[in-house]
């Protein structure tokens, strides 16, 4: 069933330690197909929440009519351990669809998903006929599946009719103008500053000139020095109306960038990593009490500095091996473990599960490294983009999902592990900062586990040792 269009007049949201956007108006027709983007902490997911009447804005309001229905999936699911996130999303999906929406709203839906699931997802959105509002970060999604995109940056968001590659497309062209432009101004104040040049020459040949002429009692030639200085002045003028223009377009510039753009700088410290074998499993079942193995013939070896992929179907089994490697005790296992001390291992699971959601950014790195002091500890959380007062004072329950990835990032970068296990870490990750974690984790000196759907990730991080479950038994792949 169709609805009366959603009115939005005004929207504001901010934080105490920032500003998202402010005075977003614009209005939502039926059968739109909205692809919102940002910058990980931008307030795309606090939008589709306000949007969806779980989250007051800070000023502004929402129209929304009777006639409107709306499906909501959110981008952080509630795991078990017995269902993978491609499962729990594929369930919160079903159930939200089985109301009959014509507003679908979903946050980062691919995060989870395997290929096969990816491919169902795509399938299902294209034959969506109602309202469609998604964030992601999927290239494939972006050029397929939506028709207008809002980008929430610089405290605003910009709407664009047309897909991704339209947009990416009229910002370059947009970004060459001005950097054309740039070029222009650069040669006239170069030769204004050549015209000034030559007018100083003449003044000081005429200043010369005219005190002679004072002397010799020649006084027409001091209105020639007035002229001279007029020319000067007029010279001045020029250049700064030139500074002034040069100062708009850079200001321009300065904003004018592509989707996901960040510049952050990582850095993990070294240490001492111990024997050449870290880990070893021979033999190896995992599974939870009362039920069958879920993982079975487990022979699996890793080296200092190796970085291995597990990977799987939805459910296959990935989370429960990593578990029984971190030492969790509710995961029985058996067989021959050999696995670093827990202390040893670095764990980022895709819902940042090991921070208090209660300590601050800045408490959070100084319980890794008491022995650090404040100006270690800002300089550190530097390099991870945390430098504002308000962002390293913001607890880490008010943190976005890049941002709670960052934060993870920067304590194991304090205290370095032997052993990094990552758990589908480019789920929240905006393209940018996906690139300079890749950088990171090239030059991280210890061994890494990495479960990732991401193939453009696990190809970038050159990784060569592959593992795969199918059907509860681990098999490496050649």
């Given at each position: ?151 929430v940056h610089d405290e605003k968001i910009s709407v664009f009719s047309g897909c991704y590659d339209d947009y990416t497309r009229e910002l370059k062209v947009h970004h060459r103008t001005i950097q054309d432009a740039l070029t222009i101004l650069d040669r006239q104040k170069k030769d204004v500053h050549q015209a000034l040049m030559r007018e100083q020459s003449r003044s000081a040949k005429s200043r010369s000139k005219g ?139 895709q819902h940042y599960g090991t921070l208090n959601p209660h300590h601050s950014v800045l408490e959070t790195i100084s319980y890794q490294r008491p022995d650090w002091d404040h100006k270690t500890l800002r300089r550190h959380l530097n390099d991870f983009l945390f430098r504002k007062n308000e962002e390293v004072n913001a607890r880490a329950n008010q943190l976005s999902g890049g941002e709670k990835a960052r934060l993870s ?70």
């Amino acid at each position: 069933m169709q609805h009366k269009s959603i009115q939005i007049n005004r929207l504001c949201l901010s934080f105490p330690h920032k500003t998202c956007f402010e005075y977003f108006s614009t209005e939502i027709y039926y059968g739109a197909r909205i692809g919102i983007l940002g910058t990980n902490g931008s307030g795309k997911s606090t939008l589709l929440k306000i949007i969806q009447g779980m989250v007051e804005p800070t000023s502004g309001n929402i129209i929304i009519h009777d006639d409107v229905s709306m499906g909501y999936v959110p981008q952080a699911i509630e795991i078990s351990d017995l269902l993978s996130g491609g499962e729990h999303f594929n369930k919160a999906l079903t159930e939200a669809l089985s109301l009959h929406p014509n507003v679908l709203l979903l946050d980062e839906p691919t995060n989870h998903l395997d290929s096969q699931n990816r491919q169902g997802l795509m399938r299902t959105l294209k034959k969506y006929s109602g309202t469609l509002m998604i964030i992601s970060h999927d290239m494939e999604i972006l050029r397929n599946c939506i028709d207008t995109l809002w980008h929430v940056h610089d405290e605003k968001i910009s709407v664009f009719s047309g897909c991704y590659d339209d947009y990416t497309r009229e910002l370059k062209v947009h970004h060459r103008t001005i950097q054309d432009a740039l070029t222009i101004l650069d040669r006239q104040k170069k030769d204004v500053h050549q015209a000034l040049m030559r007018e100083q020459s003449r003044s000081a040949k005429s200043r010369s000139k005219g005190e002679k002429s004072i002397k010799q009692r020649k006084w027409p030639t001091v209105v020639s020095m007035a002229k001279a200085s007029r020319g000067q002045e007029t010279s001045g003028h020029k250049k700064a109306e030139i500074d002034h223009k040069k100062q708009v377009l850079v200001d321009q510039l300065s904003i004018l960038r592509l989707p996901e753009i960040l510049n952050p700088t990582f850095s993990l410290s070294s240490r001492e990593l111990g024997t050449k074998i870290v880990l070893s499993i021979q033999e190896g079942f995992v599974g939870y009490e009362g039920f069958p193995p879920i993982v079975d013939g487990i022979y699996l070896t890793l080296h200092c500095g190796e970085k291995l992929v597990l990977q799987g179907r939805n459910g296959s089994g990935k989370s429960t091996l990593l578990k029984a490697i971190l030492g969790q005790s509710h995961i029985i296992k058996s067989g021959t473990w050999l696995v670093p001390d827990p202390q040893s291992i670095g764990y980022l699971d895709q819902h940042y599960g090991t921070l208090n959601p209660h300590h601050s950014v800045l408490e959070t790195i100084s319980y890794q490294r008491p022995d650090w002091d404040h100006k270690t500890l800002r300089r550190h959380l530097n390099d991870f983009l945390f430098r504002k007062n308000e962002e390293v004072n913001a607890r880490a329950n008010q943190l976005s999902g890049g941002e709670k990835a960052r934060l993870s990032l920067a304590c194991i970068a304090a205290k370095t592990p032997h052993l990094l296990i990552l758990d589908e870490v480019t789920n929240n990750l905006d393209l940018e900062t996906k690139g300079h974690v890749t950088n990171v984790l090239k030059d991280y000196p210890g061994s890494i586990i990495v479960v990732s759907h991401d193939e453009g990730f696990l190809q970038d991080l050159g990784i060569e040792s592959f593992y795969q479950i199918v059907n509860g038994l681990l098999m490496q792949k050649w």
